[in-house]
């Protein structure tokens, strides 16, 4: 049976100070995300168990379970790769990214009204959880999701490439419970390089695979 394995910083703790301080860069990966690999390995064992002994009185539970850790890990891992210490910025038509900045513009109307929709959607996502800009593939445009918790509120079939983690972990350390001061900081370590080719492969894999007329 397949497992997750926690995948490795593409920079040093550091790399992304003064925005994300190294300290919360460390717990968040080592310790935070970490627990979501390990959760997600484990639910796999126990429905496992509960297949081999056709015991399901605990399926629902599971299956939330696997459901809330295993799309913790595949947020993360997204939300590593989308930050750089060189980023920031808008996209703009160099780069390999005029394509996904025409996309957001076509999508949203500016580049403006996009950032001021994802940062008020990851400020005010209730409880905790995400704002995420996704790929929708039966309209083709983009669209900004926000997910409570890992996994709730989300379109079926959406497909993430930018990532804002709003959960108290990511931020309380440095910026206390001024979360719309670290979503406004986040806006300065976007990886749009990564953001770019996550929508340019979102696109091609989404093609032909849709049944919906």
């Keep these: 049976m397949a497992t997750y394995t926690l995948p490795e910083l593409p920079y040093d703790y550091s790399a ?36 081999s002994k056709d015991q399901w009185g605990s399926v629902n539970g599971l299956e939330k379970n696997l459901a809330f850790h295993l799309s913790g890990h595949i947020l993360h891992s997204i939300y590593w790769q989308n930050m750089s210490g060189d980023g920031g910025g808008e996209p703009l038509d160099k780069d390999g990214v005029g394509e996904l900045a025409e996309a957001i513009t076509e999508s949203f109307g500016s580049f403006d009204r996009f ?84 929508y340019a492969a979102a696109k091609e894999r989404a093609t032909g695979l849709l049944l919906v007329p």
Excluded at 24 to 39: F, Q, R, S, T
Excluded at 123 to 137: D, I, K, M, R
């Design 16 to 51: 992304l100070a003064p925005v994300i301080s190294g300290e919360i860069i460390e717990l968040h990966h080592d310790k935070h995300h970490a627990a979501y690999v390990k959760g997600a390995n484990d639910t796999l064992e126990q429905l496992e168990e509960a297949r």
């Design 115 to 198: 950032k001021a929709q994802l940062s008020k959607a990851s400020a005010t996502t209730q409880g905790s959880g995400w704002g995420v800009l996704a790929f929708e593939p039966l309209s083709g445009r983009l669209i900004v999701e926000q997910v409570y918790d890992h996994q709730g509120n989300v379109g079926q079939g959406s497909i993430p490439i930018l990532v804002f983690d709003a959960w108290e972990h990511a931020f309380y350390l440095q910026y206390r419970n001024q979360k719309v001061d670290f979503i406004e900081a986040m806006w300065k370590v976007v990886n749009w390089q990564d953001v770019a080719a996550r």
